[in-house]
């Protein structure tokens, strides 16, 4: 579970690739002192104010274990197309 913070919005995800699209999509509104932060199971793990550059990855390990996972979650078949094919629904003998 992944939550992001900025100072007007909170908001939880499953994901970790939805939680960084919205996170990115405030990147636009943060002001100068203020932060954008992403949170899995209440630790910090991302983290963008104004006063740096790009992005932080928070931890060691972090951005490998998440680019892992940004990798799995772009790669899985949602379980609706994965049973039916354009002729109907797949049956395996």
């Known amino acids: ?3 992001v913070r900025a100072k007007k919005f909170q908001q939880e995800y499953e994901l970790w690739t939805e939680a960084l699209e919205r996170a990115k999509a405030l990147i ?3 002001g100068w ?3 954008i932060q992403i949170l899995e199971k209440g630790d910090l ?4 104010s104004r006063g ?3 992005p932080r990855f928070i931890g ?6 998440l680019a ?3 990798a799995l979650e772009n790669t899985e078949t949602p379980p609706s197309s994965a049973a ?4 109907g629904p797949t049956t395996e003998a």
Do not use: L
């Open 1 to 3: 579970m992944f939550k």
């Open 28 to 30: 636009p509104k943060c």
């Open 33 to 35: 002192f203020e932060e």
């Open 45 to 48: 793990v991302w983290a963008y």
């Open 52 to 54: 740096y550059k790009y």
């Open 60 to 65: 060691p390990g972090t951005y490998d274990r």
């Open 68 to 70: 892992r996972r940004f």
């Open 84 to 87: 039916t094919t354009a002729e």
